[in-house]
Nanobody, 130 residues
Framework: EEQVVESGGGLVQAGGSLRLSCAASGFTFDDVAIGWFRQAPGKEREVVSCISTSDGSTYYGNFVKGRFTTSSENAKKNTVYLQMNSLKPEDTAVYYC??????????????????????WGQGTLVTVSS
């Protein structure tokens, strides 16, 4: 079964850091795109970041502004990370990891098209207090 599972969310003070993990299983990890998305209460889902495990290319949402970094660890760990620094209260949201098994590229999500991200995790809550 194709699956991604997020972990690492929690409560942090403004200015602090968190590292989210996305563990993948059931598909070939080395040729996919893994995206991080978030959804705050009353707001639409937005893309946070994306990484191609094929060539390592990345994409970040405009609001990230150098604060977040996504990376992948292959070699059977099959895990993608999202390191979040300088967190702000407006970063409070449920963060989801998702896999695009069709196009191993972040080009589509960079144009706002996430329809090929079909494998989704259950989400992990990040709360940033002021």
């Amino acid at each position: 079964e194709e699956q991604v599972v997020e972990s690492g969310g929690g409560l942090v003070q403004a200015g602090g850091s968190l590292r989210l993990s996305c563990a993948a299983s059931g598909f070939t990890f080395d040729d996919v795109a893994i995206g991080w998305f978030r959804q705050a209460p009353g707001k639409e889902r937005e893309v946070v970041s994306c990484i191609s495990t094929s060539d390592g290319s990345t994409y970040y949402g405009n609001f990230v502004k150098g604060r977040f970094t996504t990376s992948s660890e292959n070699a059977k760990k099959n895990t993608v990370y999202l390191q979040m620094n300088s967190l702000k209260p407006e970063d409070t949201a449920v963060y989801y990891c998702a896999a695009d098994l069709i196009y191993p590229s972040c080009n589509m999500v960079a144009t706002g098209d996430s329809k090929y991200f079909e494998v989704w995790g259950q989400g992990t809550l990040v709360t940033v207090s002021s």
